[in-house]
């Protein structure tokens, strides 16, 4: 799709969502409209099930309407089981006394007008560090695998499908915001749900959710879904105290990208117009989560940092593999059949991936990164 083709199709999309979100009359489809082009962009924001009723509204090709409703369908049946097994893994956490904080969609997906309107890949919760310990026998009782450990999460699957990240501390001490986080239960509250269930106080919840998403904008790519998340934050939720986010962010020089932000928000969902800049990020976030987190993190990089980082992405450090091949704490002189070991393992067993990282690393010099670079440059300009 080019580029002005990319931009009439996502001010569409983002049209349709504030339709919904704002109870609002859908606005019309434009003349020549693909409906199915309008699907491959609003499944690639996550995005089908929030704009499916507004689509109602008009007479859509049934081969085009059958792609949103198998699409529906299909998440509300991954909602529901998500919800089913989240009841077993927070009741249990509850029955051994453990308190949590929900954090990002496992908290925002409540304020949408229908819960599948916010889907999610992991399920993020806060608890402290000593029952981030106390929680490990209780997952595997669970039957989940402690696939990843980290500084600041552990990251839990099970059967392939369901994914929960316990996270303590909040975000990485390496971030920069890390002393904005510190002792999360004291900036949160509990819910109505129970003494156990905590949400964060309505600024530090905006406040995640903003850093969350300049984090995904920087390093991985930033769709449309999480702007979604603040429009739907400023609609449910009339309590906040924005000059003390504000403040907040003015000590962490974050305003010049605050500000752009809102810009994005009153062009996506209110019609406003927008200056050369902003539709210069706009398109950017149109075709964001076509770039994989992989692209997007090469592009803040010389070509010189690129081969560098391919070849650690290659062959990592024996403490990066350790706990993959628990063999290297004490014959870290294995290290090259491990690395052996693991590019067969991706090459046979993670084709897809293994076939997409090769495709980036092939455009390594397209003019894609340029792209990304302008627009990061012009969404930050006036942060330091």
């Known amino acids: 799709m080019q580029d002005t083709e990319l931009l009439k199709y996502g001010k569409y999309l983002t049209s349709l969502i504030a339709s919904v979100i704002l109870k609002t009359t859908p606005p019309a489809p434009f003349e020549g409209i693909d409906w199915k082009e309008l699907f491959k962009l609003a499944k690639m924001h996550d995005s089908t099930t929030v704009i499916y009723p507004a689509l109602a509204k008009f007479d859509i090709p049934e081969d085009a309407l059958q792609l949103f409703e198998k699409e529906k369908n299909l998440i509300v049946s991954r909602t529901t089981r998500q919800a089913i097994e989240a009841e077993r893994v927070l009741g249990t956490l509850e029955k051994n006394g453990i308190k949590y904080i929900r954090l990002k969609g496992s908290h925002i997906k409540d304020l949408y007008p229908a819960p599948c309107m916010r889907t999610f890949c992991d399920i993020d919760i806060y608890v402290s560090q000593e029952d981030r310990e106390r929680a490990k026998p209780l997952m595997r009782d669970l039957g989940y695998i402690l696939d990843c450990e980290i500084d600041y999460h552990d990251e839990y699957k099970k059967d392939d499908f369901y994914v929960y990240e316990i996270h303590s501390p ?215």
């Open 170 to 384: 909040l975000v990485s001490e390496n971030s920069f915001h890390h002393n904005l986080f510190t002792d999360p239960f004291n900036k949160a509250k509990a819910s109505q749900k129970n003494k156990f269930d905590y949400v964060l106080n309505n600024e530090y919840f905006y406040l995640h959710l903003f850093f969350h998403l300049y984090g995904h904008f920087i390093h991985r790519g930033c769709g449309i879904r999480l702007f979604t998340d603040l429009l739907i934050f400023k609609e449910s939720i009339p309590d906040v105290d924005y000059s003390f986010i504000e403040s907040v962010l003015k000590q962490y020089d974050m305003l010049g990208f605050y500000q752009s932000v809102q810009k994005l928000i009153d062009f996506f969902f209110f019609n406003k117009p927008a200056d050369d800049d902003t539709l210069t990020v706009a398109e950017y976030i149109f075709s964001c989560q076509a770039n994989s987190a992989f692209t997007n993190t090469l592009a803040n990089y010389s070509l010189g940092d690129k081969i560098k980082y391919l070849f650690t992405m290659w062959f990592p450090p024996a403490k990066d593999l350790s706990f993959r091949y628990p063999v290297l704490e004490k014959y870290p002189v294995l290290l090259p059949i491990c690395w052996i070991r693991r590019f067969f393992y991706s090459l046979f067993f993670k084709r897809v991936a293994f076939k997409t990282q090769t495709n980036n690393i092939k455009r390594i010099n397209s003019k894609e990164f340029k792209a990304i670079k302008k627009a990061r440059k012009l969404a930050t300009k006036n942060k330091i």
